[in-house]
């Protein structure tokens, strides 16, 4: 099982170049969530969605920018990179309709703006 | 105030034995679950244990246990019969009220070493 894949796992980048963070789950769940982790922090939340076509701010959105056009996926743009951006993203997905709901991440992508 | 507070950086502990590791919370929710991240040196994050604010009994998954005290406000993990590949980074979240989304809200993290 692939579970949640995201690429790339390194980037570098120049202050105000653009990029965007796949993220891609095969478990068909309906929520997806983009995470920031900065040096020895906990994680926080930049975006989600709870299904296709929906999606929503968390508590760090500014400088990023997400869409949902389908259930698999879920992209994390930067549209003009700043140093404060270094850190590395997680990418996690869950189902709602179990008590639980459990999140389940990817490897994370670490990301450099130099 | 902090949602999520773990107040341990750092801890130590001898492979074979049990450790404790601290999580205190924050919510004026009655429906809210709490769950325990591992963090390994490779920086992915695995999910441990789950507790549910209406569950009963604390929550166990092999060796993890889930320490609920929910006057206290604290959820401790509990790792028994420690082993090397335990030593990594663990996290402490928090998910509130039965909203359309299941955020997260996470703590800062403890980092545990398991020597021999």
């Known amino acids: 099982n692939a579970g949640v894949t995201q690429t790339p796992k390194f980037r570098i980048l120049k202050i105000g170049q653009s990029m965007t963070l796949q993220c891609a789950q095969d478990?068909?769940?309906?929520?997806m969530y983009w995470y920031r982790q900065d040096p020895g922090m906990g994680l926080k939340l930049i975006y989600y969605?709870?299904?296709?076509?929906?999606?929503d701010k968390g508590e760090v959105p500014n400088g990023y920018n997400v869409s949902r056009s389908t259930t698999e996926d879920f992209p994390l743009r930067l549209e003009l990179a700043a140093p404060s951006q270094t850190s590395v993203y997680f990418c996690?997905?869950?189902?709602?309709?179990?008590?639980?709901?459990?999140?389940?991440f990817g490897a994370g992508t670490r990301l450099s703006v130099l | 105030a902090q949602k999520i507070t773990q107040t341990q950086p750092g801890m130590f502990v001898q492979e074979k034995e049990a450790v404790t590791l601290d999580c205190t919370y924050d919510?004026?929710?009655?429906?809210?679950?709490l769950f325990w991240y591992k963090q390994p040196s490779s920086g992915e994050m695995i999910f441990l244990i789950y507790?549910?604010?209406?569950?009963?009994q604390n929550a166990t998954e092999g060796r993890y246990s889930l320490n609920f005290q929910k006057a206290r406000k604290s959820a401790n993990l509990v790792i028994s019969a420690s082993q090397l590949g335990d030593s990594a980074m663990y996290f402490c979240?928090?998910?509130?009220?039965?909203?359309?989304?299941?955020?997260?809200?996470f703590g800062t993290g403890t980092r545990l070493q398991v020597t021999l």
């Open positions: 996690a997905s869950s189902w709602r309709g179990r008590a639980k709901n459990i999140q389940y």
């Open positions: 478990m068909n769940h309906n929520y």
């Open positions: 969605s709870v299904g296709a076509g929906i999606t």
């Open positions: 919510t004026s929710d009655q429906s809210y679950g």
């Open positions: 507790q549910g604010s209406y569950d009963e």
């Open positions: 979240a928090m998910r509130e009220g039965t909203g359309t989304a299941s955020k997260l809200t």
